[in-house]
């Protein structure tokens, strides 16, 4: 398999510059490696991240990431503070139920038109008619209560709503159709040019934007997989290039970017002994795992920090939560792992006795579990089987199975999953742990039902501003007593936040990296109008 790969990586090497000449790629027929001089008129860009259905933002599009093109009421900074963006101040009321946003009366489209509260509301009503992947299923209403104005109703109380404000790209009115996406038209930092399918994007700078101009004129951005990504350094051809751990060298004229993360990968633990079933009839419950001192041998157990060495070659950080690091986190979930003897002694005294073959068993049953990865992830395939490695010191045997998201979707509610996951939103906690969503879709699928987590989530949504959020997302995870976290009611264990790998030409400056959630690609650009060439 290996040597495979890397003869995929030598082809797509040699083919790279004659394939690039062919299809107009910038960067193509230029001078290889440090040679090639940057200019602040173009950058060349192979960081993936190529959506299937466009640059919509009503249909998902700029959700992890920088919609680019289009402007958001609200961004975070580069610590993870919420600031203005289109919005110049917003207030929230008594009840929750009204958040009412002022908008900058400099915006303009593209296309020159202005940028007016209409085309906010607008936007907010169309994503929530398409079920965008931005949560906005407990907003009634958005309107316009004058040009520069926009008043959003919900239907309950939902301090999250400022996420979204964060996420929603904002799309103009009077441009807006089914094919928006295929040729947008927004008010952000750059301004869409063309869009070849499965090849490039290109896109320049838009003159006409209120905020910090980026200094770059024009960005080329190739969609090429981690083989031509590769390929293209080696060439000199691009100027920022995603990579892999596997694919990590010292290349001439180009420097490694490490960039943190929430990107993480963790391992579901059914909470509940099987027998039963979820409203769609799928089956629920593990009886290995339902015992909590399965789950917790597992968490306190395993030495991340040699996961991440061996199955990510160190490109990576112990995650102990969803959000390690976010402002919803707590810090109560990170703990000491590695404790074997500690949690071979705490499986002993549960019942757990191992047996002849160094897999423990209690009351006839052995300690014995599938663990599904997605098929042809071969970063979740190694975190696997590094994973089922450390449990069999335990006397846990995990037995790993690669499949398709079909087979997972049918399974994940009895059998663990290596799942990825990692937003910028809380609400991603909440539909991992809350108690009536689960078995719903992808949401709780290890059927854990703690009611105190459930009303410090509801406090949480139910607060005014984030910060009062944040102390209820924190004592959901553990509040000294109880908690979603490892100290309570561990149901999943969190292995690694993957570090995301870019190759970065020598001379360019990518400022400073925001907290990276799930993905490679357009979350990398995220911070764009700090880029720059080095003096």
């Known amino acids: 398999m290996k040597e495979e790969r890397i003869l995929k990586i030598l082809l797509a090497a040699a083919v790279f510059t004659a394939f690039a000449a062919v299809n107009g790629f910038a960067g193509a027929g230029q001078q290889s490696g440090a040679r090639r001089a940057l200019t602040a008129d173009s950058l060349t860009l192979a960081i993936g991240g190529e959506p299937d259905e466009g640059f919509d933002p009503c ?125 947008p ?97 799928l089956p629920v419950g593990n009886d290995v795992t339902s015992d909590t001192a399965i789950r917790k041998a597992l968490i306190y157990g395993i030495d991340r920090t040699a996961i991440v060495r061996d199955a990510l070659s160190g490109y990576g950080t112990p995650a102990y939560s969803v959000c390690d690091g976010l402002p919803w986190w707590s810090p109560e979930t990170r703990i000491a792992d590695n404790d074997v003897a500690g949690q071979k002694a705490a499986l002993d005294a549960a019942g757990w006795r191992l047996g002849g073959d160094g897999i423990r068993a209690k009351n006839g049953l052995r300690a014995s579990f599938t663990l599904i990865y997605p098929a042809g992830d071969s970063v979740r395939q190694s975190i696997t089987m590094a994973f089922a490695q450390q449990a069999r010191a335990l006397g846990i045997e995990v037995l790993p199975k690669g499949g398709s998201w079909d087979d997972i979707g049918l399974e994940m509610y009895r059998t663990p999953v290596m799942f990825g996951w990692g937003s910028h939103s809380p609400m991603e906690t909440y539909d991992l742990y809350y108690g009536k969503l689960a078995t719903t879709g992808y949401n709780n699928v290890t059927n854990i039902h703690n009611p105190t987590v459930d009303r410090y989530m509801d406090a949480a949504l139910a607060a005014r501003d984030a910060a009062d959020a944040n102390i209820n997302w924190k004592k959901a995870a553990w509040d000294g007593t109880t ?26 400056d990518v400022g400073n990296q925001r907290i990276h959630p799930h993905g490679h690609g357009f979350p990398v650009v995220s911070n764009i109008k700090e880029w720059k060439l080095k003096s």
């Open 59 to 183: 249909t998902g599009w700029g959700r992890y990431g920088s919609p680019l093109f289009q402007s958001t009421l609200i961004e975070f900074d580069r610590d993870m503070n919420y600031t203005n963006d289109l919005a110049t101040a917003y207030s929230v009321s008594a009840d929750g139920l009204t958040w009412t946003f002022d908008i900058r009366n400099d915006a303009k489209f593209s296309d020159g038109r202005p940028v007016t509260a209409e085309d906010v509301a607008f936007t907010f009503n169309t994503a929530k008619e398409a079920g965008s992947e931005v949560d906005l299923t407990r907003m009634k209403a958005a309107r316009a209560a004058d040009p520069a104005r926009v008043v959003f109703e919900l239907n309950t109380p939902f301090s999250a709503f400022i996420n979204a404000a964060v996420s929603l790209g904002i799309v103009p009115k009077h441009a807006y159709s089914p094919s928006y996406g295929q040729k």
């Open 185 to 281: 038209i927004g008010s952000g930092p750059y301004v869409f040019v063309q869009w070849d399918k499965g090849q490039q994007l290109i896109v320049e700078r838009n003159e006409n934007y209120y905020g910090t101009k980026p200094v770059f004129k024009r960005l080329t951005l190739l969609f090429l997989d981690d083989e031509g990504a590769f390929a293209a350094v080696q060439s000199g051809s691009v100027d920022i290039a995603m990579t892999v751990p596997m694919l990590v060298r010292d290349i001439k004229g180009y420097s490694l970017l490490r960039a943190r993360t929430v990107d993480n990968r963790g391992v579901s633990l059914p909470s509940t002994k099987s027998g039963t079933f979820s409203a769609d009839n």
């Open 483 to 508: 908690g979603y976290s490892n100290q309570g009611d561990a149901t999943w264990c969190w292995i690694a936040n993957i570090e995301h790998l870019y190759y970065v030409r020598d001379g360019l």
